[in-house]
């Protein structure tokens, strides 16, 4: 994957295909807005847990961010973001609730960031795969050095189904696929792997949209009509095996201080399809039981 390169664009305005390649409900958000937030699992107590994984900087804090903003109608900041430096700002394994209207209930679902991959240090590969599993307990400290270990008191020794990962999601910045190394694209894959040996979905969130040509920075709505941006996830998804209708890409809140609906549009596109995504992993675990979920 190291080896693809990247196109430089300069003044010159990329042609727009007459006709999206993937349909997206723009403008009007209520009811895919309602769909993400009426979804309850069939099995009290179940929760759907979402793993963000990932290189460091790719903006899995502003994901999570970006989520609980759209849900509550206003700009909300849980997960902590950094915007200087190049090490991964995240540290700790945490899991992040998302609260309702009510101060008491939280949606059925929870995210888990965790600290960024990197090629020489970042985030320990065998830690993610622990957290897959439900090993990792809420507070542990990542170490590149070493994985966590067994005797260790953040490791879960009896994890039940809500301690497990649902679904695996990796978050890429668009302005990078083409420049990741070989190696980087290694640790996704493995990493990958272990969810698929674990039956665990996986999608992935390209991130930083905006970046990658000015037509899409102009309007939103042009993502799937520029079709270098469908070379962009085409190229991710050779690299790293997720197919493309597994590849959704999204522009996270950042610098904005209003809710803006297109922005909206494509995180609760990408929200449905992972809450689906997890539904489907826990009535795959559970069909002996004959349970399922339900959306609005």
């Known amino acids: 994957m190291g080896k693809g390169h990247s196109k430089s664009h300069g003044s010159k305005p990329l042609p727009l295909l007459s006709k999206p390649w993937r349909e997206v409900n723009w403008g009007d958000n209520r009811s895919a807005l309602q769909n993400v937030k009426n979804y309850k ?3 009290e107590g179940q929760q759907i847990r979402i793993l963000l994984h990932g290189p460091v900087g790719a ?16 700009m909300y900041t849980q997960a902590l973001e950094d915007n200087i ?16 209207e009510d101060p008491q209930s939280f949606y059925p679902f929870v995210f888990n960031d965790i600290m960024g991959l990197q090629v020489k240090k970042g985030v320990h590969v065998d830690d993610v795969k622990f957290a897959l599993k439900g090993r ?14 067994e005797d260790d008191q953040f490791y879960n020794n009896s994890p039940d189904d809500n301690d497990k990962v649902h679904v695996l999601v990796c978050v890429v910045p668009a302005s990078t696929v083409s420049q990741m190394s070989d190696e980087m694209a290694k640790k996704i894959r493995d990493i990958r792997m272990e969810a698929s040996a674990l039956d665990i979905p996986q999608v992935a969130i390209v991130t930083k949209i905006d970046e990658v040509c000015p037509e899409i920075m102009d309007d939103l709505k042009n993502v ?17 095996g997720i197919p493309m209708t597994s590849i959704f ?9 209003d809710l803006n609906s297109d922005m ?11 809450i689906t995504a997890g539904e489907d992993h826990v009535n795959f675990k559970k069909t002996q039981s004959g349970c399922s979920g339900t959306w609005a």
């Open 85 to 100: 430096g190049h090490d991964s700002f995240t540290k700790k394994y945490t899991t992040y609730k998302i609260q309702k």
């Open 41 to 43: 699992p069939h099995v």
């Open 59 to 74: 903006g899995k804090s502003s994901f999570i961010n970006s989520v609980q903003s759209v849900l509550r109608g206003s």
């Open 224 to 240: 799937y009509k520029v079709e270098y941006m469908k070379e962009k996830m085409q190229q991710f998804s050779a690299g790293v």
């Open 136 to 149: 990792v307990m809420d507070g542990y400290k990542f170490n590149p050095e070493s994985k966590l270990s």
């Open 264 to 274: 909206d549009s494509l995180i609760l596109s990408a929200m449905k399809h992972i």
């Open 249 to 257: 890409p999204v522009k996270n809140y950042h610098e904005e201080i």
